[in-house]
């Protein structure tokens, strides 16, 4: 992988992981946070696409068949998402989640894309994949004596939340290579469709949006500027880097994640994450030899 996509995934995961800190935050509010979410995310973002070449395509009905299709993904993946971080911890819905989009993703990418990654690549790909796993799998709760053993809710949803992951990454990568869509334009084209869809879910609880903006403006007004932020870099790095390459190297931010729950929010197992975490690192490595 170049340096300059090294750069643009990296930069993409901190963000990434401050963005999801602030989601798991503000869950119980739900709807109101990713409609104001993806409205910020339109209005903060929109005057860019000016300076960053318009919409980079002259192909008005495969932009809007991208950012359509785009739109309905993304809202999927958020609406899981936030139903995984209001029934678990912020370290095990995403670490699970991002185990399981990357690998989906670097599946279909093989598949669907034709991507070759070497074999070093690969298996620095699957060491941050095995990584995010384990440390998504760290709050596994021992059943009471006597109890049914199921599946941690936490984790249902990170899995889930990793499917809706690796249907948009490849949906995204291909719009913006098959009809040359502009990062910035593509990701505020999509987010205007999401605010589309959320007024249409919100219905009744539209009349709540000024009290909830007024009680988190800050988180709302963060969230529009680093969600779209993360996902332009991404989209970016995916034009001259692999998609197989790229999905897992963003799950560094995984790392910051599972210190922040371990130092900010006491989430257990510290030395399991820890060492996880680690072999996310040499996956990285791995990746950027």
Not at 206 to 213: G, K, M, N, T
């Amino acid at each position: 992988m170049s340096g300059i996509a090294l750069a643009l995934v990296l930069s993409a995961a901190v963000a990434h992981a401050a963005w999801n800190i602030l989601a798991h935050g503000v869950s119980k509010t739900g709807l109101h946070f990713l409609w104001w979410g993806a409205l910020f995310s339109v209005l903060l973002w929109a005057p860019v696409v000016v300076v960053t070449g318009g919409t980079g395509t002259d192909d008005w009905a495969g932009f809007a068949l991208g950012i359509g299709v785009a739109g309905v993904l993304h809202v999927a993946y958020m609406l899981v998402l936030q139903r995984g971080y209001a029934s678990g911890s912020l370290s095990t819905v995403y670490a699970t989640a991002r185990g399981t989009g990357p690998l989906l993703s670097g599946i279909a990418a093989v598949l669907l894309l034709g991507e070759r990654p070497g074999p070093l690549a690969l298996i620095g790909a699957a060491a941050i994949i095995a990584g995010v796993i384990a440390i998504g799998l760290a709050d596994r709760a021992k059943p009471l004596p006597g109890a049914t053993r199921r599946i941690d809710p936490a984790i249902l949803f990170g899995l889930l939340t990793g499917v809706a992951i690796a249907a948009y990454t490849i949906w995204d990568a291909n719009a913006v290579r098959t009809w040359n869509i502009s990062p910035v334009a593509f990701m505020v084209g999509c987010a205007f469709v999401e605010v589309l869809l959320y007024t249409v879910l919100l219905r009744r609880g539209v009349r709540e949006l000024p009290a909830s903006l007024r009680a988190q403006w800050p988180r709302f007004l963060a969230f529009g500027v680093l969600s779209p932020l993360s996902y332009i870099l991404v989209l970016t790095a995916i034009t001259i880097a692999p998609v197989a390459l790229v999905a897992p190297m963003r799950e560094v931010s995984v790392v910051i994640v599972s210190l922040f729950g371990v130092l900010i929010l006491k989430e257990g197992k510290g030395a399991w994450r820890f060492a996880a975490s680690v072999v996310v690192v040499i996956g990285i490595v791995l990746l950027a030899v």
